[in-house]
């Protein structure tokens, strides 16, 4: 019953607007079809976003960066402070990130905790775990110790690809965690 209640709403309202030749139904109409294919296009470059995000964050728990063009932009621009010893650009330096990062923590699992997508730029905060097995540098030998941290990535996509990056997280919290910091680990 109610199935057939809602559609005959469309018939009703031509029907209440005087058929199809009145101009403000027909504007309303217009405004409807565009606002649903605003929405339609809106939802799909979200979904392209996130799809991107989770390829890459797979991508640092593998250690293997193979296909991250396919997301990301040759030209890529990192606005965030690099790790020591990157000094690659655009897409290499994402691929020397994911690559350096694996060594440090090749268990390491990224998980998306909310998005959020306007215009271009997509917004992601995040959650990291993994065991440090590997050197962070030449006087940051591994650990052993575990970290559990939370980040937000933002990024501009255009023709859904990632072309610039914005990035925080609490880089303190994790080194506390890893025994390498003054004052105890912060309360999970």
Not at 36 to 46: T, V
Request: aromatic share 6%; proline share 6%.
């Amino acid at each position: 019953m109610l199935k057939h209640l809602l559609l005959g709403f469309p018939l009703a309202m031509l029907v209440a607007c005087g058929g199809g030749s009145n101009p403000e139904h027909d504007k309303m109409m217009a405004d409807h079809t565009a606002m649903l294919k605003a929405d339609s296009a809106a939802s799909a470059n979200e979904a392209v976003c996130i799809a991107c995000f989770e390829k890459i964050f797979a991508m640092f728990g593998s250690g293997d960066a193979t296909g991250v063009e396919e997301c990301v932009a040759a030209d890529f621009v990192e606005h965030a402070t690099p790790p020591p010893g990157v000094t690659s650009t655009g897409l290499q330096y994402l691929k020397d990130v994911i690559t350096m990062t694996h060594a440090m923590f090749p268990d390491l699992k990224m998980t998306i905790l909310s998005s959020a997508v306007v215009g271009d730029m997509a917004y992601v905060h995040y959650n990291q775990k993994g065991t440090n097995t590997g050197a962070m540098g030449p006087d940051m030998p591994a650990t052993g110790k575990a970290i559990d941290v939370n980040g937000v990535d933002i990024v501009r996509f255009v023709d859904g690809k990632a072309t610039e990056h914005w990035g925080y997280w609490d880089e303190t919290k994790m080194m506390q965690q890893l025994g390498l910091a003054p004052g105890a680990p912060p309360a999970q």
